[in-house]
């Protein structure tokens, strides 16, 4: 079979093909495509799923593996830090069938809160970790990552990081999956972690790390003859193999897969005879870091050149351009640098990302801030479409720090601002994640502010999963349908109101006025399925009333509406969705409804 | 060694076209490697994509090593010329999406790409796909016009394999007829 994939593409028909029996995971940019295309695969012994959030896909994995089933959980960089409880202690109590912790990391970051190195939380964790540099190299990685946790009974982190999962290569393989036997789950003293235990596994696993060094040593790739030496890692490896273009014969490369634990004989073998080292590798210097410790402890000295000098950037992910960038700097090279840049170009403000046309979540926005028109508020923001609330005209975020902060952040600032009203903003499948502790909290303490779920019956920013409250399971098939609403009373909070922000504005706006004036803890549902997956079969136009106000433009910010070349109103009838929210302010009703019959 | 640029804003289907582009080389036997922006970029944010052509390359396209620049919408185009060197190909689409608080007009960008740059390319791919009933196939319009100017090897054939290889049905048959309008017509 020969086909184009995506990194993450590759990783799941690896992972199917080598035999996978249950692998979870919880969406997150970049690495939801892995999960998304399992789901499209079916054995009678394979199982997939979206979890709820990423610890519990990590324990899910985790069961299974005990059991002997070959297991694998997927989450982004950030996601890892919730799934980190877990997973340090399963670095104590071990493995059976073999697990594998894909991990997506987001140099830049593209879509992420943080720039976290997962390598160094393998270190952290002591467990060994993979580093693909493309989409062919992570698909034959996933066999040897399952194999060295069945041979050594531990979790086997694989990170790649967003040039990885999101680069497309050409494949050829055969798409035949293995039959593997699944022993059944034995009962083994070891599998409960108390303190005594854990003193004895950590002596283990230090020992197993040891072994490891050794093994592993063999995946780093050495390449040339040059009295450079370029130490790096993952995608860094084509961007050095590009900038030296040209001077191969100056240059040795050598390409680190397994970051931790580092073979010492592969760096000593290496920096041998070398005339300088150049570590050039994303995030954190966890090589540069790793190797000088290995050539401190046999007397080597090399001089070294990479983030600790100076010579590369921390921040932000690398390109061919920078990396040659670097090599110049440390060795001038002649001819080395990329020929002219058209430097006068003009320069151009970022594009801000924004709500869809026809988003609920503008609607559901502009009904709260309406409602609180007046009064002194403090809008706490959460992770999803809907932290593009923090941007103008909406300006309804002022806080956002990670998944489910929103409700638990509010309570904490209405405690030291009492003045102030304070609003929570969560997204539906967020509530789920890690909303609902929060909201626990919220009640038992007798925390007075008002929480919005902003429910559009998906996980809408990383692409359209589905979630305990669509009820829907990853593979299409039908799950049990969890009602927030019912959540919500669960927990006992009696001031819970439902409301569609789709139906008329003012309406809404009284109705929620009225809710959040009542003391105490409150909770409000906005519920109306994503514009991305309805169809209304309509748009509005504005007709020859219209008198340029442009309030309906400034108050929606709506990216469907906007001035033409005569700086006249607009509505591109390509991006408008037909919800109408702009004909709430339209002064002269000069916004009129188009029906399209299909 | 071929690179190809594809700039745009979110919603005009850059990511389907560099699929397509990349499974046109892959059915010629060529290696091929992408990358794409994805995530919050979508949201009617630059969505760029890197397609090139050959082995033991990095998924990001170096300054000055563009072969050829697709550009979707002209401010976006504008935004890449760094990647871009005096003999490259330029094309651009007649779609202008302003940025909130860019200061350069059109005709601006358009001097500048006639003074720095020796091949540009002007395709009406948007209003030709709005004539043709189908507007959010900007993307395949474009394609069309810029192999059926050769400045891509591929036929019109060549094009209605590959989107029949990524493309639902009922999909493919909307671009198909655009295709062949568009071969036949413009």
Redesign the interface.
Known sequence: M?K?LMGNEAVAYSLFINGVNVATGYPG??STEIIETLKSFSDDDFYVEWSVNEKVALEVAAGATLAGARSAVTMKQVGLNVAADPLLSLSVIGTEGGMIVFVADDPGP??SQTEQDTRNFARFCNLPVLDPS?PKEAFSLVRTAFEISEKYKLPVIFRMTT?VC?????LEFEFKREKRRISRFEKKPEWVILPGLSYIKHIELEEKLTKMRSELGRLNIIEGHGEIGIVTSG?SY??V??AIRGFENLFSILKVTVAHPIDDKTILDFAAGKRMLIFIEELDPVIEEEAKLVLFENGVYVPTYGKRNGYVPFAGEL???KV?QTIYNVTKKEGLL?????VN??E?????????AGCPHRSSFLIVKNACRGKDVIYTGDIG?YT?GYAKPISATDTCLCMGASVTMAQGLKLADSRKKVVAFIGDSTFFHSGITGLVNAYYNRHNITVCVLDNLTTG?TGFQPHPGVGQKATGQEGQRVEIAEVVKGIGIKEVLIIDPYEDFNLCVQKVKEFIERDGLSVIIFRRKCTNLECYNSYYRINEKCINCKVCVNTTGC?AISEDEEQNVFIDK??CNGCGLCTSFCPKMAIEKVVVNE | MNNILIAGVGGQGNILLSRVICQLYMNRGYSVKTAENIGMSQRGGSVVSFIRVGRELAPIIPNGSCNLLIGLEVYEALRNVSKLNVHSKITLNNRYIKPKDAKIRKEEILEFFKQNFEHIFHFDAYHIAIELGVPKAENIAMLSLICKNSLLPFSKDEILIALGELLPQKVFEINKLLVEKIFEKY
Do not use: G, W
């Not at chain 1, 151009?348 to 869809?356: E, K, M, V």
């Open positions: 020969k184009v940019t970049p593209h879509s493309s040039r999101h680069s497309n290569e050409t995608i084509f961007y193999k590009e390109d061919v351009d040659k990329a020929q002219k840049n058209f170009a003009p151009i403000p970022r594009r801000q990302s924004q709500l869809c479409c593009l920013m990216p390509t991006l």
